[in-house]
């Protein structure tokens, strides 16, 4: 045990994993941006893509409910 009893090895581990793990996140940020950056030049909407992603994230019948919720909203607002 180091100072303070922490483990220095094993508080070393956590950070090198966490540190790979962050290299890793900056990497799949850089390629997901390639791809929209590759899609809006075929004449792809951007944020409709995102919101396309956003929504086959979620279950069907959250997906619906939420849709059905928009329409009630923008009716409200006289949008519909």
Same mark, same amino acid.
């Given at each position: *045990?180091?100072?303070? #009893? !922490?483990?220095?090895?094993?508080?070393? %581990? /956590? +950070?090198? =994993?966490?540190?790979?793990?962050?290299?890793? =996140?900056?990497?799949?940020?850089?390629? +997901?941006?390639?791809? /929209?950056?590759?899609?809006?030049?075929?004449? /792809?909407? !951007?944020?409709? *893509?995102?919101? !396309?992603?956003? @929504?086959?994230?979620? &279950?069907?019948?959250? =997906? %619906?409910?939420?849709?059905? @919720?928009?329409? !009630?909203? &923008?009716?409200? @607002? #006289? *949008?519909?």
């Amino acid at each position: *045990m180091a100072d303070g #009893g !922490v483990a220095a090895e094993r508080l070393t %581990s /956590f +950070i090198e =994993r966490l540190e790979r793990l962050e290299d890793e =996140r900056r990497d799949t940020a850089d390629q +997901i941006k390639d791809v /929209f950056a590759e899609a809006k030049g075929e004449g /792809f909407d !951007v944020p409709t *893509m995102r919101t !396309v992603l956003k @929504l086959r994230r979620q &279950k069907p019948h959250d =997906r %619906s409910e939420q849709e059905e @919720l928009l329409e !009630v909203y &923008k009716a409200a @607002l #006289g *949008m519909a």
